[in-house]
């Protein structure tokens, strides 16, 4: 088949979850054979210039193709997905495959050139704090709209947004979570070296710095615990500078919090290695992909109760009311305090969690997809 996909920022890239997403089916698809195209953002990474990358016209037999983008806060993703749309429309593609709500506005487009569609929701966007107004929010309401009315197939990542397209639109979806593979662990090196952290020293979140993954509560909570070990907190900013700020200030009194900024590689990888308890507060998520790589590391996990984080983990870790920073307290605390309880959720973690979310499977599940 001839595949064409946008929606992503750029592959490869790990500026956020969909990017990973993207980059997993894409090179999966092309690895079985498959024509596959992805129409890349220009721009910077959303970490900063210092993360950009040289444009690639190939990835691990991907074509990669970079389309026009306006990079003002709010335009680069309607820019780029209007013309990834218009592209995949004139391209002779079997099948053009959208990510994310936004995009899915001109899902229309290759629609009326008879290109079959297929949008997959990560998640309600209009939910996220910094869509909740004005014309962001709007777009991407009318985003969803235009997939409940133009896609062939919509495929979502939980029961919790199968069951909204349900009862809202009375629209049937494809629940098709995402995947995992089971890494390599590594020993500290780089992240001694550069932040004094050692195995089993420091309790981790790694992802992005927006304020319904609720690293405000996390750091509220870890205040007030009694452990000599360190809160690192790993990730960029995406159009969140005042909030990365909001929580610096929270944590300036407390010298055991350390902020990495945006990681990548060999630092990603042994962060992940070498937690003690890896933590997502969440208010809101898609699928959690970090969370998946947490376990897939072998990590003790502490996540909020929401369904799309406990739907994952099953009751292979431990959750805590969402935005209840007490509970978070005391969970923390617990597992600060009971080494043996934290390993036997370790022992656990990687075995359920890569048998659970094969990636070779929802690969092929995908493709049956696009076959019907």
């Not at 024509?35 to 074509?63: F, L, P, Q």
């Not at 053009?96 to 487009?109: D, M, Q, R, T």
């Not at 990681?263 to 042994?270: A, I, M, P, R, S």
Request: hydrophobic share 35%.
């Amino acid at each position: 088949m001839k595949i064409a996909m946008f929606g992503q920022k750029r592959i490869p890239s790990r500026e956020g979850g969909v990017e990973i997403v993207v980059e997993e089916l894409s090179t999966r698809m092309a690895m079985a054979g498959h024509d596959v195209t992805c129409y890349n953002r220009r721009g910077h990474h959303v970490s900063g210039s210092e993360y950009d990358t040289k444009e690639k016209k190939e990835y691990k037999n991907v074509r990669i193709k970079s389309v026009p983008t306006i990079e003002k806060k709010g335009l680069a993703a309607v820019s780029s997905s209007f013309f990834a749309a218009l592209c995949s429309a004139f391209g002779g593609y079997d099948v053009v495959h959208i990510h994310a709500e936004g995009p899915a506005a001109f899902c229309f487009i290759p629609k009326i050139f008879r290109k079959k569609v297929i949008v997959t929701v990560h998640g309600l966007d209009w939910q996220r704090e910094k869509w909740k107004a004005g014309f962001g929010s709007k777009y991407i309401h009318f985003g969803e709209k235009m997939a409940v009315k133009y896609a062939d197939e919509i495929i979502v990542l939980s029961s919790e947004v199968k069951k909204y397209f349900k009862d809202t639109y009375g629209r049937k979806t494809r629940y098709i979570p995402n995947g995992v593979i089971r890494p390599d662990k590594i020993e500290a090196d780089l992240i001694e070296k550069k932040f004094g952290l050692k195995k089993d020293s420091y309790i981790l979140y790694l992802g992005r710095i927006v304020p319904e993954k609720g690293e405000h509560y996390l750091i509220e909570a870890f205040k007030d615990i009694e452990t000599n070990k360190k809160l690192v907190i790993a990730g960029g900013s995406s159009d969140t500078d005042e909030y990365m700020e909001q929580l610096k200030q929270m944590a300036e009194q407390d010298d055991r919090i350390v902020f990495t900024g945006f990681v990548q590689g060999q630092l990603l990888q042994e962060l992940y290695s070498n937690a003690y308890v890896y933590v997502l507060p969440s208010d809101l998520e898609g699928m959690p992909l970090s969370l998946l790589e947490a376990m897939s590391y072998g990590n003790c996990c502490l996540t909020s109760d929401i369904k799309e984080c406990t739907e994952v983990v099953g009751n292979k870790a431990v959750a805590f009311k969402k935005s209840d920073v007490k509970d978070l307290q005391d969970k923390l605390q617990k597992l600060c305090d009971d080494s043996k309880l934290v390993d036997n959720y370790k022992d656990q973690a990687a075995d359920y969690i890569c048998k659970k979310y094969d990636w070779n499977e929802i690969v092929d599940k995908t493709l049956q997809l696009y076959r019907r």
